[in-house]
């Protein structure tokens, strides 16, 4: 998608799935459209591209390996200062994937799937001298949300993030609600949780004045929450 595709300097950043189910970063220049540094084949064999952010000089990559039972993945960061010794580390195979990568301050938000299809998981990754690691996460079984980048509500500056998703409780009744989270600089804190129904694609949120204002899928019905 866009997201898998930057321009820095006149330099094109593109990561692509390949046709052999692994990932590949190639740099093009926008001068003569030639390939002037590329990592091929850099994921373990059988995983395709699941999200990409860029950051400057910094990439970060999510691909995964994706089957009816298994979803497993690792997280990349790309160092692209210099394009004649592009350097990354990863996190490892861990539980799940990350359909949305965002530069959070000084770490990695990851929002996508935890364990199974039907498990939200929210992480929080920061780069170390050796590798990426997961400082925390925040997870919700049997649980419906959106993929749809722009339904997300990304408070850079304070560190919260605000989505909609519906949870099946232990009686089977369906939640439908919307979250704000907070990174406190160890944790993800359930800051707001408040009803709201509707596709969670369509919803919208912002905050004026520490007012977090949630608009549905029918703008008549909105929500206003006060922060606590």
């Known amino acids: ?3 898998s595709m930057d321009e820095y300097e006149g330099i094109l950043r593109v990561v692509t799935t390949t046709t052999n189910r692994n990932a590949s970063l190639y ?22 591209v699941r999200s990409v952010r860029y950051d400057g000089t910094a990439a970060y990559v999510c691909t995964a390996y994706t089957t009816v039972v298994e979803l497993h993945d690792p997280v990349y ?9 592009i350097t990354y580390k990863d996190t490892g195979t861990i539980e ?7 530069n959070f301050g000084d770490v990695l938000l990851g929002i996508g799937y935890g364990e199974d299809w039907n498990t939200l998981k929210i992480e929080i990754y920061a780069e170390t001298d050796t590798s990426v690691e997961s400082i925390c996460s925040y997870e ?7 993929e749809e980048y722009k339904s997300y509500l990304i408070d850079r500056k304070n560190m919260r993030l605000g989505l909609g998703y519906s949870h099946l409780d232990e009686n089977g009744s ?54 606590a």
């Open 96 to 102: 799940g994937f990350s359909s949305s990568l965002v």
């Open 1 to 3: 998608n866009q997201y």
């Open 27 to 48: 740099c093009i220049s926008l001068d003569n459209w030639k390939v002037v540094a590329s990592v091929e084949n850099f994921a373990p064999e059988g995983e395709t």
């Open 140 to 146: 919700v079984p049997r649980c419906e949300f959106s």
């Open 174 to 227: 369906y939640e439908d609600c919307y979250v704000l989270l907070q990174f406190d600089g160890y944790n993800l804190i359930e800051v707001v949780k408040a009803p709201v129904t509707g596709n969670h694609d369509y919803i919208r949120a912002v905050i004026i004045d520490e007012y977090l204002y949630i608009f549905g899928d029918n703008f008549i019905k909105h929500i206003k929450v006060v922060f």
């Open 77 to 85: 960061f790309f160092d692209l200062s210099d394009l004649d010794n």
